[in-house]
């Protein structure tokens, strides 16, 4: 009898160390899953955030994100690094209590070049911009940066233009931005002669292809100028 009772007590002891076995692999089949499904989620809310869009036209006007898709454009960077980046700019920006960092984009004419002899053609300035207000009355204070400034041609489609970096200073009707720079562009007109600030004509077709002499374009910016 004794036998017997040890070898039921032996089979009893191995079912229930069976079941345990069993369970705990269980557990750790529950656990790799919920594991695997947290990496998962993590590396698609990563995801997310590496392809966070870098085109200016997915976001409104004047905000953080134009102005970080636009920064991102200029200098090669996913949107995750541009406002790593940018985070560390503005971290170092001293700021009284009444002061915050507001972002604009700015766009409008600046002048034109011409030849001299009756061709003309309207130049245009545009910038994103990061500034510095106060909150008590929303006037600027400061202009921190911009991103992307370029001198363009609102009625030549295709011009290209090589521009130093800008210039600001403050007046007292707002801040004066200027960069000096040549334009390269093609009119539609095989009439259009060298002379003025056209320092170079080249007909082709009917067409000029057209390169300025160095300029300097100018801007006043105004609380009024902001886009929002």
């Known amino acids: 009898m004794k036998r017997r009772s040890i070898k039921y007590i032996g089979l009893v002891l191995l079912c229930v160390a069976g079941c345990m076995f069993v369970a705990a692999c269980g557990q750790d089949k529950e656990s790799a899953v919920r594991n695997d499904e947290g990496s998962v989620l993590s590396g698609e809310t990563e995801a997310k955030d590496v392809e966070k869009s870098t085109d200016p036209a997915d976001y409104e006007i004047g905000t953080r994100d134009h102005y970080l898709a636009v920064w991102a454009q200029e200098k090669g960077?996913?949107?995750?690094?541009?406002?790593?980046?940018?985070?560390?700019?503005?971290?170092?920006?001293?700021?009284?209590?009444?002061?915050?960092?507001?972002?604009?984009?700015?766009?409008?004419?600046?002048?034109?070049?011409?030849?001299?002899?009756?061709?003309?053609?309207?130049?245009?300035?545009?910038?994103?911009?990061?500034?510095?207000?106060?909150?008590?009355?929303?006037?600027?204070?400061?202009?921190?940066?911009?991103?992307?400034?370029?001198?363009?041609l609102p009625e030549v489609p295709g011009a290209t233009a090589q521009i130093s970096d800008p210039n600001i200073y403050q007046e007292e009707r707002g801040f004066r931005i200027s960069v000096t720079g040549t334009l390269s562009f093609t009119l539609e007109n095989a009439d259009v002669t060298q002379g003025g600030e056209f320092s170079s004509v080249e007909t082709s077709g009917n067409q000029s292809n057209v390169i300025t002499t160095a300029k300097t374009f100018a801007i006043l910016f105004q609380q009024s100028d902001i886009q929002k």
């Not at 009284?96 to 972002?103: C, H, L, R």
């Not at 510095?132 to 911009?146: F, P, S, V, W």
């Open 77 to 152: 960077l996913s949107y995750v690094e541009a406002e790593s980046q940018e985070r560390l700019e503005t971290d170092k920006i001293a700021l009284s209590e009444e002061e915050a960092i507001g972002y604009a984009t700015v766009d409008k004419e600046c002048g034109s070049v011409s030849n001299g002899s009756g061709c003309n053609v309207k130049t245009a300035f545009s910038a994103d911009i990061r500034y510095i207000y106060r909150k008590t009355d929303g006037a600027i204070t400061a202009i921190d940066n911009l991103a992307d400034a370029k001198i363009y």
